[in-house]
Structures are given as C-alpha cells and as structure tokens.
C-alpha cells in the first residue's frame, strides 16, 4: 500500500516571502501521479499542481512550483511571493496510474497547516 | 471547468435518523464518485468508491449498513448515513473522476462538503 506523509503539522509564511511543504511517499509502482491540494478556510478541495511520475520536468502552475525527487520519493510544493489567499490547509496526494482494485483512488498525506502571515 | 455540487452544505439531526447527501456533476458525467471523511484538522479519509451502475467499494472499516452509497446515474451519487450517532459527525466530501480524468487529466472534482452533526 501507498503512504504519503507531511512532516510539518503548520507552517508560516509572510506575504510576498517563499515558503516550501515538504512531502514524502513510499510505493512499489514506477507509474503514478502526485498532487498537491489546497483546502482553504471555506473546505473546497482546490487543484494546486499536478505531477506525472514519468515526466522528469518539475511542474510549475504560475506561483506554484514543485521539487520532484522520485528516487528520493520527495515531492515538495514551492509557493512564492506568498498572497493572504494562500492560507489554507495543504495535501499532498498520490495515485497509481495502472489498473487494480486501488486504480484511482487518492492517498492524502495528513496536511500542512499553511498560515501567511500579513 | 466540472464543478460537483453536494448538498446539503450543513445539516443536524437527531440520533437515530438517516441523512441523505447529494453530490451532482453539473458539467461532466461522473463515472466514479469517491467519498470522504474529515475530521477537524485532518486528512481526508476514503469511505468508499462507487461506480454507475454497481455497487459501492468500501475501505477497510466502514461499515457498509450504515453508510449506504447510491450511484444511480452517471450525474448524481448519494451517501446515506442510516441510524446517526454522534460519532458519524463530521465533515463528509464527494469527489468525481469523470470520462476525460477529470480538471482536464488526471484530477478529481471535489463537493464543497458537508457539515453532518448529530445530537
């Protein structure tokens, strides 16, 4: 089984600063796909950045950038010139892109508590 | 973009009652509806899979008497939380996985969640 984990329970940030959410996973697969979302104070689920494991290119979504390791399993999230708006709280998640009864489903890591800070 | 609406945003009600939550894909066909619990502060937690036209896949746990998922048609999934308790309180979220992926790859769509307390 997947196992994702977030390491850093909250963070702080001030406005316009940079600030980096660690992410870890453990899995056996070689296809995947990893995402970073975003649940703000309202608890919609938002889309940040998106990930394909075979691309070896790190995606980039305007102020959102990721640092991916995949030998190293390490998939962090890069916010820069941090907004208020970004506050919110942060998962990251992975899913297996081959068939089987897991195919599609998200495994969430526990979150990181984003605070940007005026 | 798809957007999935879930109703209702909030509900309470008392112990010993069932309660119906709707999740509607208004723009796409949602051949796969995953349901979650959050609790305060955490992790969403998947309670089950549900494709149109069969029955649900339940994570290890869930109790599935209790947490009844319809999947009638490929727009609308409902969860039915039958014989409430104070315990099944919580934040309860749908997510949709339609024919292209979803958000235009592999993404889901998210409910805006649903607020269940039970007194």
């Known amino acids: 089984a997947q196992t994702v984990t977030q390491s850093q329970p909250e963070m702080s940030v001030q406005e316009a600063e940079t600030v980096t959410l660690s992410c870890t996973y453990d899995t056996s697969e070689n296809n995947y796909y990893l995402f970073w979302y975003k649940q703000p104070p309202s608890r919609q689920m938002i889309l940040v950045i998106r990930q394909e494991a075979y691309k070896q290119q790190n995606a980039t979504e305007n102020r959102f950038s990721v640092n991916f390791q995949k030998a190293a399993k390490s998939f962090s999230l890069k916010i820069s010139d941090s907004q208020l708006g970004d506050t919110a709280m942060y998962f990251c998640?992975?899913?297996?892109?081959?068939?089987?009864?897991?195919?599609?489903?998200?495994?969430f890591g526990q979150g990181t508590i984003l605070t940007v800070h005026p | 973009g798809a957007v999935v609406s879930q109703h209702p945003s909030r509900v309470i009600c008392k112990s010993g009652t069932s309660v119906k939550i709707e999740c509607r894909s208004l723009?796409?066909?949602?051949?796969?509806m995953f349901w979650y619990r959050q609790f305060p502060k955490q992790s969403l937690m998947l309670m089950a899979t549900?494709?149109?036209?069969?029955?649900?896949?339940?994570e290890q746990g869930v109790e599935k008497d209790k947490f009844l998922i319809n999947h009638a048609s490929l727009t609308l999934s409902t969860l039915t939380v039958t014989s409430a308790h104070p315990e099944d309180s919580s934040f309860y979220i749908c997510?949709?996985?339609?024919?292209?992926?979803?958000?235009?790859?592999?993404?889901?769509?998210f409910g805006s969640g649903t607020r269940l307390t039970v007194v």
């Open positions: 723009d796409f066909q949602a051949t796969t």
């Open positions: 997510s949709a996985r339609d024919r292209l992926g979803g958000q235009g790859g592999y993404g889901y769509t």
């Open positions: 998640a992975f899913m297996r892109s081959a068939g089987g009864t897991s195919y599609g489903k998200l495994t």
């Open positions: 549900s494709n149109e036209g069969s029955k649900a896949t339940y």
